[in-house]
């Protein structure tokens, strides 16, 4: 003969197993939350780091990168520093860098997530400078003259960086060291930049090359195609 089960009980301990699961994951969640609001780095609230300088309403999310040198780290005011963004002064932490700061990010900078700031030479972030994520700025390139020893053990070559304000940085942009940007610059996702580059101008490529720029009796050039939602005409083109 058949066996007979309980369907009641099954269905209940299913229930139940489900609930649990349920109740850790938002458990999980809360308790992330609040470490995350605990962890974030505050002119109040420092943690373990000794910046140069943090400033007003500025606020470094945890979990934060790697971060060493920051007696040599100024931070503006209102500045957002996304998760994993690394911060560095210096070769390698302990150095001692001198009397002046060595990277320092102006009032309202956003760096997003994952991006790296590698800093042995001057590194500068003017005001209102916007990153996407995963934006690497260093000063520090490998060097690679000597063909019998490894690149990696060979001293790098370093120059400052400057990134004028009010720039936008695309996801992934690398800003390699002696590069300077103007006012209001645009670099592309994935870019990579090196030397100097005009105010008001957008660059792309790789190596990046100055695709488009303002002048003051022109306007852009080339010119930029018509913001705002499309009419009904062009719509009506492109359903035809």
């Not at 089960?5 to 699961?21: D, E, H, I, Y």
């Not at 053990?153 to 940007?181: E, K, N, T």
């Amino acid at each position: 003969m058949p066996k007979t089960s309980n369907t009641f009980s099954s269905g209940a301990v299913a229930a139940l197993g489900s609930w649990r699961r349920r109740a850790v994951s938002r458990a999980v969640h809360r308790g992330w939350r609040w470490l995350q609001q605990a962890g974030a780095v505050t002119a109040e609230r420092p943690g373990p780091y000794r910046f140069r300088r943090i400033g007003t309403g500025t606020r470094l999310a945890f979990p934060l990168g790697t971060v060493f040198g920051e007696g040599w780290i100024e931070l503006g005011d209102h500045c957002i520093v996304g998760e994993q963004v690394t911060l560095t002064a210096g070769m390698v932490p302990g150095l001692d860098l001198g009397p002046d700061p060595v990277l320092r990010l102006g009032n309202g900078v956003v760096l997003g997530r994952g991006s790296h700031v590698i800093a042995s030479q001057p590194v500068t972030f003017g005001n209102d400078v916007f990153c996407g994520p995963y934006v690497y700025v260093t000063s520090d390139n490998h060097s690679y003259e000597d063909p019998d020893q490894p690149i990696g053990r060979q001293w790098p070559r370093s120059s400052p960086v400057s990134i004028g304000p009010g720039s936008w940085l695309g996801a992934g942009a690398v800003i390699l060291p002696g590069a300077r940007l103007g006012r209001n610059v645009v670099v592309a996702a994935g870019a990579v930049v090196r030397g100097e580059v005009p105010d008001h101008s957008v660059v792309a490529g790789v190596p990046a090359k100055v695709v488009r720029r303002w002048d003051a009796v022109r306007g852009w050039e080339p010119p930029l195609r018509a913001a705002g939602p499309p009419s009904l005409a062009e719509l009506g083109e492109g359903a035809g």
